[in-house]
């Protein structure tokens, strides 16, 4: 697992080349929608690019600026693993996939999600200052309108419920919620606590 751990972003850029060919020549065309949400796990995986191979170092700025603990350990590697290839890699994936059976209404969160994500790093760029965060790039100029886009084009075409964009919206804020509390409540004092090789136990 240590592998995995230190090296699963370098997976993305073939994620990124692979996925978009294969939805742009056989998906584009014969269901547009469903291409949108898929656009949103190519996003998100470049996102990623940005965050954790080049520049990278997003851990090293997010740990101290945001969560106000040390850097240099092994479990905030781990947490970054099964967060975001849960995320990215299984549930939106797989979402979209499930989209293709049984209706849209199953895979829009992950518009909402990616969205919010996006704000999230533009408004940590105006309240560090004007200072850089990884990710930020991706965020304002993918994440942010192409995900507006996606939604925008789903409902102006009713291709899902109000009930169903209510519920996608609230599962990408909710979802950013847990990720704060998680955060904040969970990682920050057990690193508190703990320092050292033990990190690397957890």
Partial sequence: MKWLYEHWMKATPFLV???????????????YALYLIWLQCIVYWLHQFEEYVYPG?????????????DTDNCFMVKVAFWVNVGLTFVAMPLCAVIAHFYGLKFSLWAAYFSMINGIGHVVLFFKCK????????????????????????IMSNHLVSNA????????????????????FCYIKPKLMKVKGDKLCNM
Avoid: E, Q
């Fill in 57 to 69: 170092n997003f851990l090293k700025f997010i740990c101290p600026t945001v969560l106000d603990i």
């Fill in 164 to 183: 169903a964009n209510v519920i996608s919206l609230s599962i990408g804020v909710v979802g950013h919620i847990l990720l704060l509390i998680c955060g």
């Fill in 130 to 153: 004007f200072k850089y965060n990884p990710g930020f790039l991706v965020s304002l100029f993918l994440n942010i309108p192409i995900g507006i886009y996606a939604v925008c084009y």
């Fill in 17 to 31: 080349i692979y996925t978009f060919l294969l939805v742009f020549l056989y998906l584009r065309d014969a269901n």
